[in-house]
């Protein structure tokens, strides 16, 4: 018996069968029909169809056997989490630095992702068939911030769209901070510059001429540090997504020459400075052990029922004891 029966309507003609079963059904994102069409589980009045871009026709009658959702291939871990907002839709969290989003190739455990399927439980009801989070965004490992997961594919298509959109549309918007060497001139402003491998370093993004994807950074100055008697050392900034490259904000300060401070891959020759800094900011800036840089807001809008949510967070205790050395010089 099957979990549910969808039939074509004249406007449906010649769409492609994955298409309208997404179409037809909110809850199942274009991917996860994709996969139920291949795994035999769609009939249609001839059998079994299993070719995704099978032609539908007006009228016609498809029965979705719907499998039980499979667990999580990351296992369930206790590792605390700072909820800013829940519901059965999603959920909104304060990230610390220091802990990887998903399980990959040296982190497979201790993630975000491992603590999620713990801290959700059975109020995940699966993305793609699985029960899992869904990871619209991510944070690198050392930055901190805000972070909205999803818990069903319909949350999870809803919010993706509006990520991918990077708020051209209105509603998200995304504010890092982040502490810069040196000043950024002008103080309000906008990077560009396509962001790519870079050419000698598979392991680091960079600004390319004729390579790479778009992307844009719009940021302005909140705080100069020092400068009395000297060029100012440091800067508080505050910087918007345009795009959503991999390392972009990091990538992009460093490429005008204001590198995130305590930035290990994009920062590196600009450690001499810190030796040029009077001790107690001296002593602030090597107990970062990151690079600094937060996700301070991230609002967006609820994607089942519409209503606009933001939230913030304050710099954490290593930015913050940074911040108040640096503006002691």
């Known amino acids: 018996m099957p979990n549910r029966l969808l039939t074509a309507q004249e406007a449906h003609r010649g769409l492609r069968l994955d298409r309208f079963i997404a179409a037809a059904s909110p809850d199942l994102s274009r991917s996860r029909a994709r996969d139920l069409i291949k795994h035999g589980q769609v009939r249609g009045s001839a059998g079994t169809i299993v070719e995704p871009d099978y032609r539908v026709k007006p009228a016609e009658i498809f029965a979705l056997s719907m499998p039980e959702l499979q667990p999580a291939e990351p296992e369930p871990e206790n590792i605390a989490l700072k909820v800013l907002y829940e519901d059965d839709a999603l959920i909104v969290l304060d990230k610390p630095a220091g802990i990887v989003v998903h399980p990959a190739a040296g982190n497979w455990t201790g993630t975000l992702v491992n603590a999620l399927i713990a801290h959700c439980g059975d109020s995940l009801s699966g993305i793609g068939g699985v029960k899992r989070p869904g990871i619209v965004h991510r944070l690198d490992k050392d930055t901190s911030g805000v972070m909205v997961v999803a818990k ?92 959503g490259r991999t390392h972009q904000i990091r990538v992009h300060l460093a490429h005008i020459g204001n590198p995130v401070i305590g930035d290990p891959v994009y920062g590196g020759g600009f450690r001499s400075k810190t030796r040029a800094l009077p001790e107690a900011a001296r002593f602030a800036i090597m107990s970062l052990k990151r690079q600094a840089l937060h996700a301070a807001v991230l609002g967006f809008h609820h994607p089942t029922t519409g209503r606009y949510l933001q939230f913030e967070s304050e710099l954490p205790a290593d930015m913050r004891e940074a911040v108040e050395a640096l503006t002691k010089l």
């Not at 680091?204 to 004729?210: H, Y």
Request: hydrophobic fraction near 35%; charged fraction near 20%.
């Open 152 to 243: 069903h594919d319909t949350a999870h298509r809803g919010l993706a769209a509006q990520f991918a959109d990077h708020g051209r549309s209105g509603g998200l918007e995304r504010r890092y901070h982040a502490l810069t060497w040196g000043v950024l001139r002008p103080a309000k402003g906008a990077i560009e510059g396509n962001i790519g491998r870079h050419p000698s370093n598979r392991l680091k993004m960079a600004v390319l001429e004729s390579a790479g994807k778009p992307a844009i950074t719009t940021y302005s100055s909140l705080t100069r540090f020092g400068g009395q008697n000297a060029a100012p050392a440091a800067s508080l900034v505050e910087c918007r997504l345009e795009t």
